[in-house]
């Protein structure tokens, strides 16, 4: 997409949530802090997803103000400063100057004249929109200059009485993605698929967890990617029923199974996919039957997601397929619905099927509406990723079904007519995947 194209939809964005907070509001957005790795080294900065979605603008220490009709400007960017020394050191910066013509600002400052700037906004509030508890350091900054606006009402008339959260406003737009942000996903996507491939390919027996783990990362930012969007997880073995294993340490052994969680984050959007492949080998015949299992329950549940459905109906249709598939197998004793009622299938499946997927993994978006599970709707992105994982030391089960875990995980929009299996490329069939694992 074109950089012209790009600031368009920042500014659609921008329209339609002050639209939302009305003439008479103020909201204010902070930039995502920065974080210590140890010492003085700092976490490789990425911006708050909120605020990134209506400003498209990156650098730390900076806040966004929205006033819909403000005479000043509706749009205010305040950033930290050009600073020739400081930017040898650590990069260029947009500046005052940059924050209007690149970025769309009809006004900016710079960052150490917010507490001049934004009680001129307050003052003209009714209503303040502000994400507390997000930054304590910065709800004090602006606790204090609303509290003054609020001393200064009864002379002007006029001042805030309520303070909102914004980040209802701002989550509803995100759940519902636009073209643009679907094609960012697609390429995180199709990156993600080439790891993942390029992993059942390498895998081999007497290799560790880490050097997988090196081949999913490498594949991720040799293709444009600007890394993972969560810790890649590389679970061989027994490790596999750990659900976020990320110490990728072990020595993996040919004919384990390895689980690999691992999505790629791409222009800010991200990419969650698993897949459970046999290393260096085809898979055993107990392998097979618990993968069958779990890829029939991840295929039946996709299979009801349309416009209309509920997002709780991939999850409860999952449920039942890995429940009538492990009393196939003899892990669970009882009728079905016996099985479900006493939620003892929670020995082996102990998370949900779904989240919404977006900038964030576990993206924003309310699961419940009205005290119900939400109805989808075309442009929303869900995961389907159900599993079965064993304890290495559970002795309810016969000896050759432990230490095995199995997930399999796709990403599907929501279309007009029923659903698209975005990572549907990204091998799944055990003919598939024996193709890589065993060629
Ligand atoms: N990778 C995190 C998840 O699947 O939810
Ligand atoms: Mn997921
Ligand atoms: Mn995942």
Redesign the pocket.
Same mark, same amino acid.
């Given at each position: 997409m074109s950089l012209d194209a790009k600031a368009d939809s920042f500014k659609t964005r921008r329209k339609h949530f002050m639209e939302r907070i009305a003439a008479g509001a103020t909201a204010i957005l902070p930039s995502a802090p920065v974080a210590i790795r140890s010492g003085d080294v700092e976490f490789i900065y990425r911006q708050d997803s909120d605020f990134y979605y209506l400003t498209g603008f990156a650098e730390p220490e900076s806040v966004a103000v929205f006033s819909p009709g403000h005479p000043d400007g509706e749009f205010v960017l305040f950033v930290r400063p050009r600073d020739r020394e400081r930017e040898t050191w650590t990069g260029r910066r947009a500046g005052i100057e940059g924050a209007m013509i690149d970025h769309g600002a009809d006004k900016a400052y710079t960052i150490d004249e917010l507490e001049k700037i934004l009680p001129r906004y307050l003052e003209k509030s009714e209503r303040v929109h502000y994400p507390l508890g997000l930054n304590e350091k910065f709800d004090e900054r602006v606790l204090k200059m609303v509290r003054w606006a609020q001393a200064m009402r009864p002379r002007l008339g006029v001042g805030p009485t309520v303070l909102i959260d914004p980040r209802d406003i701002i989550h509803e737009a995100r759940l519902m993605k636009e073209e643009a942000e679907i094609a960012a996903m697609r390429r995180a996507m199709e990156i993600s698929r080439e790891a993942h491939r390029q992993a059942m390919l390498k895998a081999r027996g007497g290799m560790k967890e880490w050097q997988i783990e090196a081949e999913v990362n490498y594949a991720f930012r040799s293709q444009g990617a600007a890394g993972p969007s969560?810790p890649t997880?590389i679970a061989s073995g027994p490790n596999a029923a750990t659900l976020?294993y990320i110490q990728n340490d072990r020595e993996m052994r040919t004919g384990e199974l390895l689980l690999i %969680?691992a999505?790629a984050e791409y222009d800010y959007y991200a990419a %969650?996919i !698993?897949r459970t492949s046999p290393i260096g080998a085809k898979f055993t015949q107990l392998q097979r039957d618990l993968y069958q299992v779990v890829l029939d329950a991840q295929l039946k549940a996709i299979d009801v997601i349309k416009p209309g459905a509920r997002f709780d109906d991939p999850h409860n249709v999952a449920l039942r397929v890995l429940v009538d598939g492990m009393r196939g197998l003899g892990m669970l004793q009882g009728s079905a619905d016996e099985i479900l009622e006493s939620a003892s299938y929670r020995r082996f499946y102990m998370h949900r099927t779904s #989240?919404w997927l977006g900038m964030d993994? #576990?993206d924003v978006g309310l699961y419940r509406v009205g005290g119900a599970s939400r109805v989808l709707e075309p442009g929303m992105v869900l !995961?389907v =990723?159900p599993g079965l994982y064993i304890d290495r030391d559970d002795d309810t089960v016969p000896e050759s079904f432990r230490g095995i875990g199995i997930r399999i =995980?796709d990403d599907i929009l929501v279309t007009a007519n029923g659903h698209e299996v975005m990572t549907a490329a990204t091998p799944k069939t055990i003919a598939d995947v024996e193709a890589l694992t065993a060629g």
């Open positions: 969560y997880i976020h %969680d999505g %969650d !698993t #989240h993994v #576990h !995961t =990723e =995980e």
